[in-house]
């Protein structure tokens, strides 16, 4: 049996820190398991857990600490949103991939570094070399016009690279869930949308959500202990309409029940599984520990995470 992870604190590195370009480094199930084993993926998961935690019995409205660093890493994301409407899909006859996403994308990726700079002291200046590869891989794959659960973890671990420096720090936790993460799911739906990005390595229906997996885990916490939503309260319409606004769980229901046509239990029975469960608490914890076997411990996913000196390969 898989235990459930536990919150673990970041260790921010000391100066003077040698920065590197992260690579790609697994490519076999001896690396997932050596990776799995590693402090260096304990300490990740920590910290997703740490998120999980910060987010606990939350709405996405609750008034939180707000720092100077969370609000540009916000407006960052808001001008990525922004260059979407600037960059209109082609007329194009293949259903998913619409090619306008490269544009969108190479302009992403010539931004990225000034971008990155706005969150930096001076001092840590020299981290964008290490910090940019995980940003410009957070949003899709621009030659496959793609995008799944490797992306999403991508950006996890740029946050955690962030926490690595000392940018990001306990007290934004609930700030980096609620304002930053919510931001960064507006964004990739409008990406998923107007550029048709194909799933990337979908299980189909067999898969939790084509695309996401971190929002279920936040959105799951958020909902613990709630006086009258259940987990059976995903099919319940009024509630859908009322709450998914505050609550990220209910907002990947509603964008699910949106863009997929039929019963509920056939296009998503995962999903449909999880709502049989009695509380939020096992929900929460179930999918921390699906998310480390899932997606943590499969090689499609992890050949395309990166390793470097704030992320150790071990």
């Given at each position: 049996m898989t235990p459930v992870p536990h919150a673990e604190k970041v260790p921010v590195i000391?100066?003077?820190?040698?920065?590197?370009?992260?690579?790609?480094?697994?490519?076999?199930?001896?690396?997932?398991?050596r990776f799995r084993d590693s402090p260096t993926a304990k300490n990740f998961l920590g910290f997703?857990?740490?998120?999980?935690?910060?987010?606990?019995?939350?709405?996405?409205?609750?008034?939180c600490h707000v720092s100077p660093v969370t609000t540009s890493i916000v407006s960052i994301l808001q001008t990525l949103i922004q260059s979407v409407d600037q960059?209109?899909?082609?007329?194009?006859?293949?259903?998913?991939?619409?090619?306008?996403?490269?544009?969108?994308?190479v302009r992403m990726t010539e931004h990225a570094d000034s971008f990155i700079l706005q969150l930096l002291p001076h001092e840590l200046n020299s981290?964008?070399?290490?910090?940019?590869?995980?940003?410009?891989?957070?949003?899709?794959?621009?030659?496959?016009?793609?995008?799944?659960?490797?992306?999403?973890?991508?950006?996890?671990?740029?946050?955690?690279?962030?926490?690595?420096?000392?940018?990001?720090?306990?007290?934004?936790?609930?700030?980096v869930v609620s304002r930053v993460f919510v931001k960064y799911m507006e964004l990739m739906r409008k990406l998923q949308l107007v550029y048709s990005l194909e799933p990337a390595g979908s299980h189909g229906v067999w898969g939790l959500d084509d695309y996401h997996f971190l929002p279920y885990v936040f959105g799951a916490s958020q909902l613990?202990?709630?006086?009258?939503?259940?987990?059976?309260?995903?099919?319940?319409?009024?509630?859908?309409?009322?709450?998914?606004?505050?609550?990220?769980?209910?907002?990947c229901i509603?964008?699910?029940?949106?863009?997929?046509?039929?019963?509920?239990?056939?296009?998503?029975?995962?999903?449909?599984?999880?709502?049989?469960?009695?509380?939020?608490?096992?929900?929460?914890?179930?999918?921390?520990?699906?998310?480390?076997v899932e997606v943590m411990e499969k090689v499609p996913i992890m050949q395309h995470f990166l390793f470097g000196s704030l992320i150790k390969w071990e």
């Open positions: 000391s100066p003077p820190h040698h920065f590197q370009t992260p690579t790609k480094i697994i490519t076999s199930d001896d690396h997932i398991r997703i857990v740490s998120l999980s935690e910060s987010i606990r019995t939350h709405k996405l409205s609750d008034p960059i209109p899909p082609l007329e194009q006859s293949s259903r998913y991939g619409n090619l306008a996403y490269r544009d969108w994308h981290a964008t070399v290490e910090l940019t590869p995980y940003f410009t891989d957070s949003f899709g794959n621009s030659s496959r016009i793609d995008y799944g659960t490797g992306h999403e973890t991508n950006f996890a671990a740029w946050l955690y690279c962030l926490a690595r420096l000392g940018v990001i720090v306990e007290e934004d936790y609930q700030a613990i202990d709630h006086k009258y939503m259940k987990p059976k309260s995903i099919h319940n319409e009024d509630i859908l309409e009322n709450f998914a606004k505050e609550y990220m769980y209910l907002q509603e964008f699910i029940r949106k863009v997929k046509k039929g019963p509920f239990a056939e296009h998503s029975p995962m999903l449909d599984d999880i709502s049989g469960v009695p509380n939020w608490k096992k929900v929460n914890s179930g999918l921390l520990k699906m998310y480390k």
